[in-house]
Every structure is written in C-alpha cells, then in structure tokens.
T-cell receptor
C-alpha cells in the first residue's frame, strides 16, 4: 500500500510570513511529485510539480525534493490571505501503475491578515 | 467546454437507491480518473480509463460500484444500493496522456440519508 503522509494542521501563519508544508512518501521508486491547492468546496488545482532532487521555484512557491529521505516540501513566501486553503501532496506511483497519483490527506493552511 | 464537467454537482439520495454520476473530460484527453474524497480524508483512487485499454478498477471499494466510459469520452460512475458510508465528493479528472497533469472537475457531492 503506497502511502503519502502530511501534517493535517491546521497551520496558521501571519500575512507576509513563510508557510512550510511537508510531505513524506513510502514508494521509494516514485519519480514525480505534485502539490495541489484546494479551496474549500472547490476542486484540487495543480500549483507545483517536481521531479529532481533540490529546489524548484515558481513565483512565491518553492518545492523541495529529497528522494533519499522520501521527503517533499512546499514553501510559500510572503503568504497572503488568498493562500488560505488545503494543500495536497501527490506522488506518482512507480512501475506499471505510474498513471496513478496517491494523495496525502492535505494540510489546512490559514494566513491571518 | 474548457474544463472537466461533472454532474450533478449535488445529489441527495436515500439509502438503498442507485445513483449515477457523470463526467465529461476535457476534449482530446485520453486518460480519465475517478477519485473519492471523504470528509477529513485524502483523495482515494477509484478507477482509471485510458483510451481503449482495459480500465484499472482496483480502487473500487465494492461490487456496488461500477464505471464505464463510452466512446473514449464521457464516463459514468454508478453506485448501486447506496449506503451512508458512500457519502463523499466524487471527483473526476482527465489527463492529455497517461502520466500527464491531472485536471479535476468540480466534483459531485453525494449525500446518502
């Protein structure tokens, strides 16, 4: 059973601070990792993907990957109230089921004005 | 349409009744997924369709659940003899290729009384 673990939160940060979201996964062969944002009552929306060890930056978002530690993180700089949402970590399975994404339960982030 | 379309957006039914949920993927997308999201839970994989290949039904929780995809486009998820534990948001996603980015619909919220 492939597992993806996230701290459920809630994580509360003040506006302008850095929010740090973490994720660990069990499938050592996984090569593709994703962060989705889900506003309350809405569908998940892809915000970042990462495939190689290290950091990947896109605007205020930075994804970090460490395959040896089976760890993925998402940093949100200069957090805004509009960033308040649930953030889902997703890992693409390795092997013959590589079409399948396994999701964590999500971390609820609240950014306080 | 521009995105993945799902209907109905909300469905309230009585225990024991059958329900059908519909998904219209993005035009040209060959891969189609159904996921289920229960309160406080992550996205649970249900079924995957890719072109004319046999679907991966490994995530269907019981034989009361079935799905089909006609003409490689629209998909219907059917739940027979609904139970209260079936209450959840059923999300459909499509992808241009088998291991590509998933685009989600807004979901069908099912409530079984």
């Amino acid at each position: 059973q492939k597992e993806v673990e996230q701290n459920s939160g809630p994580l509360s940060v003040p506006e302008g601070a850095i929010a740090s979201l973490n994720c660990t996964y069990s499938d050592r062969g996984s090569q593709s990792f994703f962060w989705y944002r889900q506003y309350s009552g809405k569908s998940p929306e892809l915000i970042m993907s990462i495939y190689s060890n290290g950091d990947k930056e896109d605007g205020r978002f930075t994804a970090q990957l460490n395959k040896a530690s089976q760890y993925v993180s998402l940093l949100i700089r200069d957090s805004q109230p509009s960033d308040s949402a649930t953030y889902l970590c997703a890992v693409r399975e390795s092997g013959g089921s590589n079409y399948k994404l396994t999701f964590g339960k999500g971390t609820l982030l609240t950014v306080n004005p | 349409g521009a995105g993945v379309s799902q209907s109905p957006s909300n469905k309230v039914t009585e225990k024991g009744k059958d329900v059908e949920l519909r998904c219209d993927p993005i035009s040209g997308h060959t891969a189609l997924y159904w996921y289920r999201q229960s309160l406080g839970q992550g996205l649970e994989f249900l079924i995957y369709f890719q072109g004319n290949s046999a679907p991966d039904k490994s995530g269907l929780p019981s034989d009361r659940f079935s799905a089909e995809r006609t003409g490689g486009s629209v998909s219907t998820l059917t739940i027979q003899r609904t139970q209260q534990e079936d209450s959840a948001v059923y999300l459909c996603a499509s992808s241009l290729v088998s291991a590509g980015e998933l685009f989600f619909g807004e979901g069908s919220r099912l409530t079984v009384l």
